[in-house]
């Protein structure tokens, strides 16, 4: 069986910060990326900033110590480690994991969109979030349910080349 090492992170590494939310709760949810690929994530009840779709950078201070700065590396959260809820942290760990060992995003999403249970609420927007980064033309694991056609992603859905039926979650 082929295993693969993860790539050794860097101290500083760019991110995209987006504002999701969860039953009313607003979140921070980055995502860290290495050569513009999703490699790590961390989700966090947002503690009252405006951080709509920006761009910044995760600093590894040093083990379970990690900062998120803005572009200009101003601080935005000391410690992000400080402010996780430990459920949503067991998951997004777990999705780390995969994103740093060349776990497919497009896997990552799938698996999340399937979830039951506590924290399945949370894991569809957490997909949502993240299928984001497929990229347009990439081959899904579902068939078109009008033709049976292998679906393909398009724009954050999922779309049928036969029919170009749309789906949408």
Known sequence: ????????????LPCNIHSITHNKQKYICTVGLMNNIPYEIFVFKNPGIDVENQKGFIIKIKSGHYQLCDTDKRVIIENMADVMIPEIEDLTRGYSYGLRHSGQIKFAVEQLQKSNGSLSDFSKVLARTLKKYILDGEKSGETCHKCGEKLIFENGCKKCPGCLETYCA
Request: charged share 25%.
């Open 1 to 12: 069986m082929l295993k693969h090492n993860a790539p050794k992170r860097p101290t500083l």
